[in-house]
C-alpha cells in the first residue's frame, strides 16, 4: 500500500532545502566576483571614488574634472562644457550655495592629485569673498592632455570664516638693522605684521619699509622679564614696579619714535605681563588710540589676553612660534603647516617668527603651497576686524 502522505511531505521539505541551498549558492557566487561594494576581510574601500587609469590623457582628464566637481555635490548635467579658440576644453561649474570656492579648492587638488592631474596654474579674479577660480590643468606631461576649469563662486551668500582659514605673521625684534634679511622679509608676497622695537639703529627705515609694502606696523613693547638684568629688554622698558602715569609717560615716549603704529605686542615681558596693575595701564593706553594689542605668550601666565578680554578690548593672543631656538628650515616649515591646522580647525592662527635666514628661506617655500590650499596670510589689524567672538586658542606649543 503506498502513503499518500509523501508527495505532501515532499512539498512541505522541498522550500526548507532549496531556499538555504540557494542563498549558499548565492553568497559564494558573490565573493567569487567581488563587488565593489562588498566588505570583504582584507580588501579597504577606497576613500572617495577613482579615475579609471585605463582611458586615455584626455578622457582620464575629463573625468578627474567631473569627479572632482562631484566631489562638491554638483552633478555632471550642472556643468558646462565648451571649448576655446586654441582647441583646449573649458568646464565650468558653480559652487553649491554652502561650499565657498576656497573651500572646494582643496577638494579639487585632492581628486587631481589622486588622478596624476597637474594644476598648471589657479588664479583667483573677482571680489574676495567671492571669487572665481580659474584652472589650468593637464596630464601627461608638456604634449599631454589640457583642460581649463572655471569654478564660480555660489549664487548665495558662502560661509567665509569656514572658506578661509586665515594665518597672521608677525616678525618681531626688527629694527636692528637692515640687512638681507630683514629686506626679504619685507619683500615677500605675503601679507606681515613687522614688529619693530623702538630707538633701534633702523627702527625708523624699517617701519617706512614696511609701510610702503602694506604691512602692519607694530610697536614691539620692551617689558621686564624673569631674571632681569641677566635678561635685558633694553633701556626703556616697562617693568613690574611701575605705575600707571609712568606707564603711559614711558609708552608716549615710545610712540613717538613711530610715524604710525597699527598696535602692538611685547618684547620679553615674562615677569611685568603677570602683574595685573602694569598690563591695565599698557592696555588703557592702547585703547585711547585704538590699537590692536597681541599677547605673545612669553608666559603661560601673562595677564595681556584675559584682562584685554575683561576690558573688551580688541586682544589677540598667538598660537606658536614660527622659530623656537634652534629650529631650522624644515621645523620652521612644520611648525607652518601646524599652524595651517590651528586656521583650518577654528578659522585663524597668530604665529611668531624672527628675522632669520631658516624663517625667511621657510616663509618663501610655504607660503604660496599654504595659499594654494587656501590659507588666507593677513596682518594683525585684518585679523582683528574679521573677529567678533571671544579667541578659544590654547596657549602657545613652545611659549
Not at 550642472?78 to 561649474?93: L, Q, S, T
Not at 612660534?321 to 595651517?340: C, K, R
Request: aromatic share 6%.
Amino acid at each position: 500500500m503506498t502513503s499518500r502522505k509523501q508527495p505532501g511531505g515532499l512539498r512541505r521539505w522541498f522550500p526548507r532545502l532549496v531556499l538555504p541551498l540557494a542563498l549558499v549558492l548565492a553568497l559564494a557566487g558573490l565573493v567569487w566576483l567581488q563587488p565593489d561594494w562588498l566588505p570583504l576581510p582584507g580588501r579597504e574601500a577606497e576613500p572617495y571614488p577613482t579615475v579609471a587609469r585605463d582611458l586615455d590623457d584626455a578622457e582620464r582628464l575629463e573625468e578627474a574634472i567631473l569627479l572632482g566637481a562631484g566631489e562638491m555635490g554638483v552633478p555632471r548635467r550642472r556643468i558646462a562644457r565648451k571649448r576655446a579658440d586654441d582647441g583646449v576644453p573649458i568646464y565650468e561649474v558653480r559652487c553649491p550655495d554652502r561650499l565657498h570656492p576656497v573651500t572646494a579648492n582643496r577638494w579639487l587638488h585632492r581628486v587631481f592629485a589622486d588622478a596624476g592631474v597637474e594644476v598648471a596654474d589657479c588664479a583667483e579674479r573677482g571680489d574676495l569673498e567671492r571669487p572665481r577660480l580659474l584652472y589650468r590643468l593637464r596630464l601627461g606631461g608638456e604634449g599631454g592632455a589640457r583642460a581649463r576649469l572655471v569654478l564660480y563662486p555660489p549664487t548665495g551668500q558662502p560661509p567665509l570664516r569656514e572658506a578661509w582659514p586665515r594665518v597672521a605673521v608677525i616678525i618681531d625684534d626688527l629694527g636692528h638693522n637692515w640687512g638681507r634679511v630683514t629686506r626679504g622679509l619685507l619683500d615677500l608676497d605675503l601679507p606681515l605684521t613687522a614688529s619693530i622695537l623702538p630707538g633701534l639703529r633702523r627702527s625708523a627705515r624699517v617701519e617706512r619699509e614696511a609701510r610702503r609694502r602694506g604691512h602692519a606696523v607694530f610697536l614691539h613693547l620692551p617689558m621686564e622679564p624673569e631674571g632681569y638684568p641677566s635678561q635685558d629688554p633694553g633701556p626703556r622698558a616697562v617693568f613690574a614696579d611701575m605705575g600707571s602715569d609712568s606707564v603711559a609717560a614711558l609708552m608716549d615716549a615710545l610712540a613717538a619714535d613711530f610715524e604710525v603704529i597699527d598696535g602692538l605686542n611685547n618684547h620679553m615681558g615674562s615677569r611685568a605681563c603677570c602683574v595685573d596693575s602694569v598690563v591695565r595701564a599698557v592696555l588703557a593706553w592702547a585703547a585711547r588710540r585704538d590699537l590692536v594689542v597681541v599677547d605673545s605668550q612669553t608666559s603661560p601666565n601673562s595677564r595681556i589676553w584675559a584682562l584685554g578680554e575683561e576690558m573688551e578690548l580688541p586682544v589677540l593672543r598667538a598660537d606658536l612660534f614660527l622659530d623656537g631656538e634652534g629650529e631650522d628650515e624644515a621645523q620652521v616649515m612644520a611648525n607652518l603647516a601646524a599652524a595651517a591646522e590651528v586656521a583650518r580647525r577654528r578659522g585663524w592662527a597668530v604665529t611668531i617668527g624672527h628675522p632669520r635666514k631658516d624663517t625667511l628661506a621657510a616663509l618663501r617655500k610655504m607660503g604660496p603651497r599654504l595659499r594654494d590650499y587656501g590659507v588666507r596670510f593677513v596682518t594683525i589689524t585684518e585679523m582683528a576686524a574679521s573677529l567678533r567672538e571671544a579667541d578659544p586658542s590654547p596657549p602657545p606649543a613652545r611659549p
